[in-house]
């Protein structure tokens, strides 16, 4: 089975500028989470899509937005972005909201300027 | 606000010493899932325990879940070199909007020295 794949790998952006990532998430998966994570930290929860639902959110600003397709796969959207955006975004995958595991992608390192 | 300390954020040892990472939080979790992240890729799961005061084990990797369900533990046997990477504990949340997000540590960067 696959796993996840998310693109692109890298971006460069300007202050202020949108950005949208995206993520296909493992097959079997009906739920999709996103995490922001800041160099040496630990990932931090933006907001998790079950079913095509939004189902949870973190302490995000509205700027940050998401969709979840028919086929599950998934999109990040940042609006007017900020140099303290620049971090690697994971979209991780999971059966029935994540209790017991999930499969993450290998993230998408956004930088700022 | 659910938070989980993970102590130490760094660890340098010798090939073959033993070593324990601690994730310790005020709140229940639903599970404890830990994590190790290479440089460039995305976390990996290595084990799941759901049940308090359940242990796991996996090869030299022993997994612990607290009773209270609030706190674990990840105890590696004889470490080697293939070992070093950054460790993750997440908790999942227990109830209602919560259950199933992740709440990570801060991490613990180990590096086991040939």
């Known amino acids: 089975e696959t796993g996840v794949t998310q693109s692109p790998t890298h971006l460069i952006k300007t202050r202020g500028q949108q950005v949208t990532l995206r993520c296909s998430s493992q097959?079997?998966?009906?739920?999709v989470s996103w995490y922001q994570q800041a160099l040496g930290q630990g990932p931090q929860f933006i907001f998790q899509y079950y079913r095509e639902e939004e189902n949870g959110r973190g302490n995000f600003p509205p700027r940050f937005s998401g969709l979840q397709f028919p086929n599950y796969s998934s999109e990040l959207n940042v609006n007017a972005l900020e140099l303290d955006d620049s971090a690697l975004y994971l979209c991780a995958s999971s059966r029935d909201r994540g209790n017991y595991g999930y499969t993450f992608g290998s993230g998408t390192r956004l930088t700022v300027v | 606000t659910q938070l989980l300390e993970q102590s130490p954020q760094f660890l340098s040892i010798q090939e073959g010493e033993n070593l324990t990472v601690y994730c310790n939080s005020s709140s229940v979790f639903s599970s404890l899932q830990w994590y190790r992240q290479e440089p460039g890729e995305g976390p990996v799961l290595l084990v799941t325990?759901?049940?308090?005061?359940e242990v796991k084990k996996l090869k030299r990797l022993t997994f612990q879940f607290g009773d209270a369900r609030k706190d674990s533990s990840l105890h590696i046997t004889a470490a080697q070199p293939g070992d070093t990477g950054l460790y993750l504990c997440a908790g999942a949340g227990a109830g209602g909007t919560s259950y199933g997000k992740l709440t990570f540590g801060q991490g613990t960067i180990l590096t086991v020295h040939p």
């Open positions: 325990v759901v049940t308090g005061g």
């Open positions: 097959s079997g998966h009906n739920t």
